[in-house]
């Protein structure tokens, strides 16, 4: 086993699109990881949705070779919605690599991960990609950084991860700056896990970070979180291709496979440690918390139980969202979710469409509110449609967020007027330069997950970056707005909303519906309503014709055939109350985007 | 109906100007198809054994653009029964005396005129040219000819067509005193240049709510003028309603000849090739004309029973008792409530409002037939 002070551990932390994945693979190519004939594009981002949105979802490690040293490079994810998993990748490393596009400047989410990267005393290698574009700025960029991070600009190199340019003197720079791990092998074991995917033939693999002892082949484990005891099956480190060892040191990065058939059994932030002689649990565990939450159902009501193993198989993938049967009359029979943000919603939603070929029918995206009842009892409630009625209403409490947004200056004025909209107070406005600006709100998280990062990239041409981090509950004067067809609630459509914004979702939902809703044999009126009170009003007129005008000799079989037709979508019908709607019809009202 | 009743179907796929709502097979540019066409007319029934037919009907097309010998001749190789009835379709433009005269005297007894509006503007929007003072023409020489059944067909609910002008429109139809009115609702059917145009933004489509005022406007009219409803589109003087068409509607059996025609006999239906190329060739080579067929089975013949049925005065036979009577007997009473149908003795037949709302009738009592996964609309 080599020496501690020839390992360094490093993540990389950059935006979408900086060219993290674009550097990750000249690394591979340079180190001679990777044979050039194998080498392809996006070489660690092995999901389809990862390839196509430019994205980590998953972490991933590998193990280098450079100059006498071994690098272990952990790609994390990126994005918002995964930042507890982000701290648990720095939480494995001694450095990381700030990878800043030289033509934008850092962004919101970089500059926050870098913080995170900060507070767990990483050392920080900064690093301009794209010099080779002619629009970069290495020089705005670089005083950027110095200024929000206190990295001296001089310290900053200069690279191009497409060309290769400066890649190997940033190698050179990680080996010489980020302190090698500490550790005493004969320690009692303590290692960390910092991601675990489900393979349908291995089982759970786990990445993990040993910090002092030694995890060996064939060890009895204890998984203090999880409570549980399971035999090392097989230890290993990747080249990235996946090659067992006998046993991972103190600094030493790699996988783990124990037999373990569900990834909720080897959580992010677990530790592992020997069964016979434990160590104690590395500090920073936290349960994976659903902030954003969708009823899920099948388009097609048939699909309900493929749906179910659906959600069961993929959970052994991702332990992170949770889902629980639900009823609606409007939908039918699904499935209530809890997602940690509106991109991990979306994923779970595009894997389940695509992964095991369904098509599903998404609720709006609501959050969770705290609710303090006139009796005195404290409620939960995710579910709009489970809001008790507002006289049983003491107050509600909403989740707050701090929202952190990187933009150039031109776009304050947008960005400002659109947080006010959304019930947003400025708590801070910093210039990082004279064309960058950090601005800092306190926001619902309720109005980020409609549509907030759409208007955002909207209003500033996408040149706008956005963080955010969980800043506590608040007592909100919140409504809970229903949709009634025909004086029945259809609770698909109920929603709970700032009331000053009932009026609008009222209008808004029957107008859509109205239009949606085909005429019935009596007038149906759809309401809005707050409580008792009817908000918005509007009136499916009953039909008074449908009947085939002519129907003679030749055109008895196409009638005939036509009305069987017409019986069997009438059979596919939802019955609110009276009303026959077709499913279709709430699959479009509940498109936001129209 | 007694089972002596047989019908014959003939098609005349021929037109002077094609109008704009029309999706029948009919072609302006076949003039020199004619003779042909009505040679193998000929042909095909006499090489078919046809029972004595109790109606006959030429439909097109426009069958008066044939020469009335053409027609004639066509009728003559019929083998009928004793008071058969005998339509001819007829464009108030292209008929005259001398001709209605030929067909009398060749036995053609009943004749129907394309009117379709009174209103010269209503007619322009329709596509169509003539001028409506030749539908009065028209109707006097029939009469004339001693031909005394005649129909008017009428349509409304054409986009720019006022209720005055439908009220016109009747009331100059009824001033003819026909025994027969069809009265039909402008229908946007595919591939017709009305589809193009409305698709296109060019023509406004018709307006469901329109029509039904004027359906309820007309079967007003007509009924106090004595002429009775009975077909979802028909009236009639008691006693002159079309009994060919009834056979349609009653499911009896006909045989189709020309191009296009389809032919019903005991639960076969049958549709003959489309073109009148096709069906001349055909002829000529010996090769029977048909392009496909279906056969209902017991269910299907139920279903097409009740979609027919339901459209006529005479209505539908309730359910006796069985296993699924109740469901149906649910269904009516539901139809009831809603004001779509009425018990008439043992039968069940369409209110005014029921009459527009019939595709909503029969679906739901198609759904009440249907096994019991059918509950819609019997909540």
């Known amino acids: 086993m080599p020496g501690l002070e020839r390992f360094r551990n490093f993540s990389i932390v950059a935006h979408v699109d900086h060219g993290k994945s674009t550097l990750a693979d000249r690394i591979l190519e340079l180190t001679g990881a990777v044979d050039p004939r194998d080498m392809r594009a996006q070489y660690l981002d092995s999901m389809d949705l990862e390839r196509e949105r430019g994205i980590t979802i998953k972490a991933q490690n590998v193990r280098l070779h450079w100059d006498d040293h071994i690098l272990h490079l952990i790609d994390t994810p990126g994005h918002v919605d995964f930042g507890y998993e982000v701290s648990r990748s720095l939480a494995a490393c001694e450095g990381a690599l700030l990878l800043v596009d030289a033509s934008q400047g850092i962004e919101a989410q970089t500059l926050a991960n870098c913080y995170l990267a900060l507070e767990h005393d990483l050392t920080i290698v900064a690093a301009l990609n794209k010099i080779d574009l002619p629009a970069a700025e290495p020089d705005r960029v670089a005083g950027e950084i110095e200024h929000v991070l206190g990295i001296p600009a001089s310290e900053i190199l200069h ?62 484990l204890r998984y203090v979180q999880a409570k549980a005891v399971h035999d090392a099956e097989e230890i290993g480190v990747r080249h990235p291709a996946p090659t067992p060892v006998a046993a991972l040191g103190p600094g030493e990065v790699g996988y783990l496979i124990a037999g373990i058939k569900d990834v909720g059994q080897a959580r992010v932030g677990e530790t592992v440690t020997n069964a016979v002689r434990p160590a104690e649990e590395l500090p920073g565990y936290r349960d994976p918390k659903p902030m954003v939450f969708c009823g899920l159902y099948p388009v097609d009501g048939d699909e309900y139980a493929e749906l179910r193993e659906s959600l069961e198989k993929l959970r052994l993938n991702d332990s992170s969202f ?162 009634l ?19 609008d979702y009222g209008k808004r939902m029957t107008e859509k519906l109205r239009e949606l809703i085909p005429r019935q044999l009596f007038d149906v009126p759809i309401q809005a309503a707050v409580g008792g009170r009817i908000i918005a009003r509007e009136t499916v007129k009953a039909k008074r014709k449908d009947v085939i005008a002519k129907c003679y000799g030749g055109d008895i079989t196409r009638k005939r055939k036509l009305l069987e037709r017409q019986k069997e979508g009438k059979k596919r019908m939802k019955q609110i109350g009276r009303v026959e709607v077709p499913q279709e019809a709430f699959v479009a009202a509940l498109r936001l985007d129209d | 109906m007694s089972a002596a009743q047989f019908g014959v179907y003939v098609h005349i796929p021929f037109c002077a100007a094609r109008c704009d709502y029309c999706d029948f097979a009919t072609w302006t540019d076949r003039g020199h198809l004619v003779d042909d066409y009505v040679a193998a007319c000929v042909r095909d029934i006499e090489q078919r054994a046809l029972a004595p037919a109790t109606s006959v009907f030429f439909g097109g097309g426009t069958p008066s653009l044939l020469d009335a010998a053409q027609l004639t001749a066509i009728l003559d190789t019929i083998a009928r029964a004793p ?75 054409t986009p720019g067509e006022t209720i005055a002008d439908w009220e016109a429109t009747l009331d100059a139809a009824l001033a003819l005193e026909p025994g027969h009115i069809s009265a039909y609702a402008l229908t946007v059917e595919p591939g017709t240049p009305l589809a193009t145009a409305v698709a296109d933004g060019a023509r406004a489509a018709p307006d469901d709510d329109d029509q039904a005022t004027k359906y309820e ?77 279906e056969v209902l089975d017991g269910p299907g013949r139920c279903a097409e029973r009740l979609v027919l049925g339901i459209r006529t005065a005479a209505g539908i036979k309730l359910p006796g008792p069985g296993a699924d009577s109740s469901r149906v007997a649910t269904c009516i009473t539901d139809l009831a409530d809603l004001g779509l149908v009425t018990r008439v003795d043992d039968r069940v037949v369409l209110t005014r409002r029921g009459r527009l709302l019939g595709n909503e009738a029969a679906t739901r009592l198609l759904a009440a037939l249907d096994g019991p996964s059918a509950a819609v609309g019997t909540r």
Not at chain 1, 194 to 202: H, K, Q, V
Not at chain 2, 121 to 144: C, I, K, S
């Open chain 2, 217 to 293: 406007v007309a079967d007003e009219r007509l009924g106090a003028a004595g002429l009775v409803w009975y077909e979802v589109s028909n009236w009639a003087r008691p006693g002159d309603e079309c009994r060919h068409n009834l056979l349609y509607w009653e499911g009896g059996d006909y045989a189709a000849i020309g191009c296009a025609a389809h032919g019903h006999e005991a639960g076969r239906r049958a549709w003959n090739v489309r073109t009148p190329e096709r069906y001349v060739d055909a002829i000529a080579r010996g090769v029977s004309p048909e392009a496909g067929h």
């Open chain 1, 159 to 220: 690279i191009s991860a497409k060309t290769g340019e400066g890649v190997p003197a940033l190698l050179d720079a990680l080996v010489a700056r980020i302190p090698p791990p500490t550790g005493d092998a004969d320690a009692p074991l303590q290692a960390l896990i910092f991601d675990s995917i489900y393979d349908a033939y291995r089982g759970v693999v786990s990445s993990v970070r040993v910090f002092s002892g030694t995890l060996s082949t064939g060890a009895r």
């Open chain 1, 322 to 483: 949770t889902y629980e049967p639900e009823t609606s009359g409007a939908l039918g029979f699904g499935f209530r979710c809890g997602f940690l943000g509106l991109l991990h919603m979306e994923i779970v939603r595009e894997r389940l469409e695509r992964e095991y070929d369904l098509s599903l029918v998404a609720t709006a995206p609501n959050v969770e509110y705290q609710l303090q009842l006139v009796d005195g009892r404290i409620e939960i409630v995710d579910n709009p449609s489970a809001m008790p009625t507002p006289n049983e209403i003491a107050s509600i409490e909403e989740p707050y967020v701090n929202v952190t947004v990187l933009t150039p200056t031109e776009y304050i004025g947008p960005i400002m007027e659109l947080c006010q909209q959304r019930r947003g107070e400025m708590t801070r406005m910093d210039y990082l330069s004279e064309e960058r600006v950090e601005l800092v709100y306190v926001l619902p998280l309720a109005e980020i997950v409609m549509d907030f990062f759409d208007q955002l990239k909207s209003r500033t041409r996408g040149y706008a970056s956005l963080d955010y981090e969980p800043a506590g509950y608040r007592a909100s004067n919140l409504s809970k707005v229903d949709v």
């Open chain 1, 485 to 503: 067809l025909n004086n029945v609630p259809v609770d698909a459509f109920s929603t709970i909303v700032h009331r000053d914004k009932a009026y």
């Open chain 2, 83 to 157: 008071d058969a009835e005998v339509t001819v379709e007829c464009n108030p433009d292209s008929i005259d005396l001398t001709k209605l005269r030929a067909y009398a005297d060749a036995g053609v007894n009943r004749v129907s005129f394309g009117v379709q509006s009174m209103r010269a503007h209503v007619l322009a929007a329709l596509g169509r040219t003539h001028d409506p003072d030749n539908v009065a023409r028209a109707v006097d020489a029939a009469r004339a000819a001693g031909i005394d059944r005649v129909n008017l067909d009428l349509i409304y609910g």
